[in-house]
């Protein structure tokens, strides 16, 4: 199913979810307290997925990525996992304690999966080489976390996700505080990663610059607004049901293009948690 115009009703399948099902949201509702967070959510997440969410602040996107991880329980409905699933999670730049006095190959073997003796493997120590040669940061292995640019940082976690060599990967705006070089060059990172078989989710809350150049999108406010390709719900309709204000898009080299919204729509380019 490519759902154009999805309400919450069926699930919110994307169009390249020709795959295996790795993880499914039926129903699922979640709140902190008495204040509800998501309603009504439906999702299929299947191998081979490269999904964008969109949503403003507030709307549930961190937290759907949080049940979809596992850290969190839905208070309704149900979340299937493939049995054995594998999930990498990259978190957002500003919630990182960059302070913490470790290299960024300290950092990356924190999450290596033979933990019962304290240091790696020759194994894990080849793994990690590869990854960071991989990323483009294999000189880098020996620089403190707080010494590296914002870029540098993004690619550190993802290499720290990929140590577990994940079948999904999970991304908190993986592109906040970079420049546009360095956004441009991480879309096409991940677009490697993706084409090598890596499933991959990420939040994000630059629709110009990130969401329209992904071959699938997910519109979220509190439940599941619209699923499909960008042509689908980058739309005035969609995205004026997903931010609460009326928005215009036009069409630019056959990729849909938010205009500037104004101040009354902040959130949808200042730096979100969701």
Not at 5 to 30: K, N, Q
Not at 145 to 158: K, T
């Amino acid at each position: 199913m490519n759902a154009t115009d999805y309400h919450g009703h069926g699930h919110g399948e994307t169009p390249s979810g020709t795959g295996e099902s790795l993880i499914t949201l039926t129903d699922v509702a979640f709140r902190y307290g008495p204040a509800p967070v998501l309603t009504d959510v439906e999702l299929t997440v299947r191998r081979g997925n490269f999904t964008g969410v969109v949503g403003p602040s507030g709307s549930g996107k961190t937290t759907l990525l949080r049940l979809l991880l596992g850290t969190l329980r839905p208070v309704a409905g149900t979340i299937d996992r493939s049995p054995g699933l594998r999930v990498g999670y990259v978190p957002q730049l500003e919630s990182v304690d960059w302070n913490f006095p470790v290299t960024v190959a300290e950092c990356v073997l924190m999450s290596r999966s033979e933990r019962r003796v304290p240091w790696p493997s020759r194994r894990e120590r080849a793994e990690l080489s590869a990854i960071l040669e991989r990323l483009g940061i294999g000189d880098l292995a020996n620089r403190h976390i707080r010494a590296l640019s914002g870029g540098q940082q993004q690619r550190m976690f993802i290499a720290r996700a990929l140590m577990c060599s994940p079948d999904l990967l999970l991304m908190d705006e993986p592109t906040t505080g970079v420049d546009f070089t360095s956004r441009h060059e991480m879309l096409h990172l991940l677009g490697d990663l993706n084409a090598a078989g890596t499933t991959i989710l990420l939040t994000t809350h630059d629709l110009n610059g990130v969401a329209a150049h992904l071959p699938s999108l997910l519109a979220l406010n509190h439940t599941v607004i619209a699923a499909g390709g960008p042509a689908e719900v980058i739309t005035a309709s969609v995205l004026e049901r997903t931010f609460g204000a009326p928005m215009e898009v036009l069409q630019h080299l056959g990729l849909p293009v938010v205009l500037d919204p104004g101040p009354h729509l902040a959130p949808v380019r200042a730096r979100r948690t969701g």
